[in-house]
Structure formats: C-alpha cells, structure tokens
C-alpha cells in the first residue's frame, strides 16, 4: 500500500487519468477530482454530479464523462467546463466506454439500448435497442462494439449503425468486460457462483 485516504462518504466509482497522476471519484454528493501527490491525495475540483455511478477519462486524458442518470456529460479535463450533455437513454447508463481515438463514446444502460455517439457533434452515430434486457458493460472496437446483459448473450454490433453481427451464450449474467490492449483478448466477470438453479 504505498497511500490511502478516507474521505466521509462511499465513493460510488473511480477512473484513473492516463497519467496516473489525478483520480476521479464519485461520490453521494459531487464528483471529485483528487490529484495524486508523493504522500497525499488532494481534491482540486469539485464537480456538481450527485451519486455518479459511472465515469472515464478519454484514451488521451484531455476529457472525462460522467454519467447524472440518464444524461452522458462531458467535460474538459484541465478546467471542469461541461462540453455538452448526451441524451437518449431512457432509464439509468450503466456503461460508458471512450474508442481509442476519443472520437466516439459508447453507452449502454437499463433500457435495453446501447449507443455509440459521435459526441463532438452530439449525435447518436448508431443504436441497439433489445426492450426487456438491462445491458451491463459495452466496449468498442475499431470496427465493432461488445455489449453484455442480464440475457447471458455476448452481442457483437458492427459500427457505426450497431446491426448485431454475432452472438454468443455465456449460461452467465454478464455483469463487466474488458479487452486486453492488443484486442486479441477479452475478459467478462459475472457475479453469478456458475451452479444451477
């Protein structure tokens, strides 16, 4: 353990900047961002979003994106200026996930819906919609984006409209996945103990 810090309240998650020099954190109240110190760990800013349960530095560290519920908001690093607001989910985002170029984001939530937004523009570029699933985790590629749910089924959608291509049956609630950096590679965890019944 080489630094450790309390703070009064449950943080609700956390993304490292690619530098590994600054942290957010969200917790009950705002979001914070706590700068990474040879003994300390100092917050600098304080963001407006309450209970953010999901939030990411872009590839580059310029931006980070914070979900507020149903909205996407994303702001520039180096000030906390809000760029714009990304609407279209229906219910609460459980995923957020930057393409390497931090052109694009992709979103998915508990609506069933997983979208990739050209965010610059602040448009959807493509959609998957499946009522009745609750998408856990979804990633991108550069030519294709993974989602997972509460239906056991890996989906892969090919970009930029998210047609599904393939699919594939974990027998698992799915609840996060990650591709190695090579992208030859990807690991899915699941909450589930594997017995029947």
Not at 140 to 166: Q, R, W, Y
Not at 167 to 193: K, P, R
Request: negative net charge; contains cysteine; aromatic residues 12%.
């Amino acid at each position: 353990l080489e630094l450790c810090k309390y703070f009064p309240e449950d943080p609700y998650s956390v993304t490292f900047h690619p530098s590994g020099l600054h942290v957010i954190v969200g917790f009950s109240d705002k979001l914070r961002l706590i700068n990474l110190l040879v003994d300390d760990a100092r917050v600098s800013r304080e963001v407006p979003i309450k209970a953010c349960r999901e939030c990411h530095y872009s590839n580059g560290g310029q931006y980070f994106a914070a979900v507020n519920g149903n909205v996407v908001a994303i702001y520039e690093f180096y000030t906390c200026e809000k760029l714009l607001d990304l609407r279209g989910h229906n219910s609460k985002e459980r995923s957020l996930y930057w393409s390497k170029d931090d052109y694009s984001l992709v979103s998915c939530g508990q609506d069933g819906a997983v979208y990739q937004w050209d965010w610059y523009d602040g448009k959807r570029s493509g959609e998957f919609v499946q009522k009745g699933t609750v998408y856990n985790s979804a990633l991108c590629t550069s030519s294709s984006v993974f989602a997972v749910g509460n239906d056991h089924m890996i989906k892969e959608l090919e970009t930029p409209e998210l047609a599904p291509i393939k699919q594939l049956d974990s027998s698992v609630n799915l609840a996060q996945i990650a591709l190695s950096g090579a992208e030859h590679m990807m690991f899915a965890a699941t909450a589930d103990d594997g017995k029947p019944g």
